[in-house]
């Protein structure tokens, strides 16, 4: 389980306008394992300079990174 106290602490730094400090928060995410931090590891996947240091984290997720990922709002748009 997360420590939860880690979490709004690594939360803010997760939207830091300094790409270094957004890496060093992704990657404490993925240590944490924390559901609320994952929408925002997710997002940095769409981010060039992140996208790495985003896989490496979500690989810390392991399985419990797949209910978000398999949501349909998360699943690439058909046209019908």
């Given at each position: 389980?997360?420590?939860?106290?880690?979490?709004?602490?690594?939360?803010?730094?997760?939207?830091h306008?300094?790409?270094?400090?957004?890496?060093?928060?992704?990657?404490?995410?993925?240590?944490?394992?924390?559901?609320?931090?994952?929408?925002?590891?997710?997002?940095?996947?769409?981010?060039?300079?992140?996208q790495?240091?985003?896989?490496?984290?979500?690989?810390?997720?392991?399985?419990?990174?797949?209910?978000?990922?398999?949501?349909?709002?998360?699943?690439?748009?058909?046209?019908?």
């Amino acid at each position: 389980h997360p420590l939860p106290d880690f979490i709004p602490l690594v939360a803010p730094f997760l939207k830091h306008p300094q790409r270094a400090v957004v890496r060093q928060a992704l990657l404490a995410a993925g240590k944490l394992r924390a559901a609320q931090l994952l929408p925002s590891v997710l997002r940095a996947l769409d981010d060039t300079d992140l996208q790495e240091t985003a896989l490496y984290a979500l690989q810390s997720y392991e399985k419990s990174a797949l209910p978000p990922i398999e949501k349909p709002s998360c699943a690439p748009q058909h046209p019908p």
